[in-house]
C-alpha cells in the first residue's frame, strides 16, 4: 500500500506543480483587485493546501 500511495502522490504532486505554474502565470498577467484574479488566488490556495497534503502522503509512503 506504500508504493501505491507514494507513486500516486508523486504523479498527483506533478499536476499540482502544473496547475499553481499556470494559476502564477494567470495571476500575473491580472490587475490587482479584479474579480478573476481574486479567484486564481483561491485556485492557487487550494493547489497548495492539496500539495501539503500530498507531502503527508509522500510521508506515510516513507515509512
Excluded: Y
Excluded at 507513486?7 to 506533478?14: E, I, L, Q, R, S
Amino acid at each position: 500500500i506504500g508504493r501505491l500511495a507514494g507513486g500516486v502522490a508523486h504523479d498527483f504532486n506533478n499536476l499540482l506543480t502544473a496547475i499553481i505554474g499556470h494559476a502564477e502565470f494567470a495571476r500575473s498577467a491580472t490587475a490587482e483587485g479584479e474579480t478573476v484574479a481574486r479567484e486564481i488566488g483561491e485556485i492557487s490556495a487550494a493547489a497548495e493546501r492539496a500539495a501539503a497534503l500530498t507531502q503527508q502522503l509522500l510521508a506515510f509512503a516513507r515509512k
